[in-house]
């Protein structure tokens, strides 16, 4: 691989990646909303429901981005499939579908953050609660 270009293959491998991060994401999601009924369930007060509610945002707002987000990336996969078929295995730097690239990638590290900062946040409370 040149220096002023980018493999295909190496592209193909991110998608895959982020693909399979999110789907995680959407796991833990699902298993989190499980947790914060039981929780929901057994704390009836304000402040408990008021929580649980910030909670249930949180996860609806970062289930929404997990889906955006990997709408994004298949259809980027789509595209590059299309493009690893019409010409070689490279892209140069600077083409257009490489700057998108790179903002997919900026966009999954960004949620991967997000989603770290809420898992830990939410597992200290559940520590508390359950």
Request: glycine fraction near 4%.
């Amino acid at each position: 691989m040149g220096s002023d270009s980018v493999n295909t293959d190496s592209l193909h491998f991110d998608n895959k990646h982020w693909r399979s991060e999110i789907r995680f994401f959407k796991d833990e999601i699902l298993t989190f909303e499980k947790l914060l009924r039981e929780v929901s369930g057994k704390y009836t007060d304000v402040e408990r429901k008021k929580e649980v509610e910030m909670f249930q945002n949180r996860f609806i707002a970062m289930s929404q981005e997990s889906e955006s987000l990997m709408d994004a990336v298949e259809l980027h996969e789509k595209n590059l499939a299309t493009i690893s078929r019409g010409r070689s295995s490279k892209i140069a730097k600077g083409d257009p579908f490489l700057k998108e690239h790179e903002g997919l990638e900026e966009k999954e590290t960004s949620l991967r953050a997000d989603f770290s900062i809420v898992r830990q946040q939410y597992r200290k409370w559940l520590a508390h609660w359950m």
